[in-house]
């Protein structure tokens, strides 16, 4: 009790008579062992930004462009893209640029400043380069809940049969939303590619429509994001763009060159936090799960053989009576092969 009263000191809390007592050579308190520091390899969890991760996100100065009501999901259509490995670097000089002239740029969806991240060119990469973009094929919208398995019927009905086709960025664009409360640093698809992505939009648009649903833009300018800022700052981010895009602007406005070129393999759904395959590739977060899923396929195909091959040898069995011994088709006398076996005749199999 002594070693325990030594620890705290006294307080205003103990009893008139602990307070008197008298404490002869007071033992100090147990010390408990230091624990050793964890792994440094634990203190970064796979597929983050370490040391970046503690920075405040959704810090409060963004603005939400519905707001949340129960029952609500934000339903997004898009196009889910990937910068090309050997392109990276080249992208990311240019953002170091932008962000040294721009205040206030974070990377969009992780939200964080860009400008911390200028002193590591990998984290850079990573961070800003390395990860899924996507090009928005509908508003970005709240449903009910019992909208969700109409809208994603519908809207593979309408998507279901896609060809692959090549999509060309070529342009860097400064964007804002309706509300002007973000501006959009992005990559804008102007060229290749550029025809199938406005079918594509028409067609979410029909289902959007269908649900009641604000359509998308009149005239949509597919394109992804790479950065944004707070508020409208589209006149400064312009500059740096315009001072960009000069050296590659040919005659009639247009790019002489692409800045990288990804494939389309499929559309995606995302409601809340699930995402729907509605056409191309499925999805999975990783390759232990793609060969997991093959082999369920393969297994289904397999089933699905066996099964087909038992309706096509199956014979239809003449009825008999009470303890007759059953009659195997194709053992009658004269129906037998050269070695005694029933002759194969396969038989259709009537319903």
Not at 273 to 280: D, E, V
């Amino acid at each position: 009790m002594e070693a325990l009263i030594a620890s705290y000191g006294e307080t205003s809390s103990d009893s008139e008579s602990d307070s008197h007592a008298p404490v002869d050579n007071p033992s100090p308190p147990p010390t408990a062992p230091l624990l050793p520091p964890p792994p440094i390899h634990l203190l970064n969890a796979p597929n983050t930004l370490g040391t970046f991760d503690y920075l405040e996100r959704n810090t409060g100065s963004r603005i939400r462009s519905f707001p949340h009501i129960e029952g609500n999901y934000a339903l997004h259509v898009y196009i889910p893209v990937f910068i090309p490995s050997e392109r990276k670097k080249e992208l990311a000089r240019f953002l170091r640029k932008a962000a040294s002239l721009v205040q206030g740029l974070h990377v969009v969806d992780i939200d964080v400043p860009l400008l911390t991240l200028l002193k590591d060119e990998e984290k850079l990469v990573q961070a800003a380069l390395g990860r899924e973009f996507h090009i928005s094929l509908g508003r970005t919208v709240p449903i009910r809940v019992h909208q969700i398995d109409s809208v994603v019927a519908m809207l593979r009905q309408k998507l279901q049969f896609q060809k692959r086709y090549l999509i060309d960025f070529n342009k860097w664009e400064v964007f804002v939303n309706d509300d002007k409360s973000r501006t959009f640093l992005s990559i804008e698809n102007t060229t290749g590619g550029l025809a199938e992505i406005t079918k594509q939009i028409q067609a979410v648009n029909e289902v959007y429509k269908l649900h009641n649903l604000p359509e998308f833009y009149k005239d949509p300018r597919p394109h992804i994001s790479i950065a944004w800022a707070v508020g409208d700052i589209t006149q400064s981010l312009k500059r740096v763009v315009e001072g960009e895009m000069k050296t590659h602007i040919k005659v009639g406005g247009l790019s002489t060159r692409c800045m990288f070129t990804c494939k389309f393999n499929n559309i995606v759904c995302k409601v809340g936090n699930k995402t729907y395959n509605i056409c191309g590739l499925e999805l999975f977060s990783s390759k232990q799960e793609q060969i997991s899923a093959l082999i369920k396929e393969a297994e289904k195909i397999k089933q699905t053989n066996v099964k087909d091959e038992s309706l096509m040898v199956c014979r239809r069995v003449k009825p008999r009576l009470i303890g007759e011994q059953p009659s195997i088709p194709g053992t009658e006398q004269g129906n037998l092969g050269q070695y005694g076996d029933p002759i194969d005749e396969k038989r259709e199999v009537q319903p």
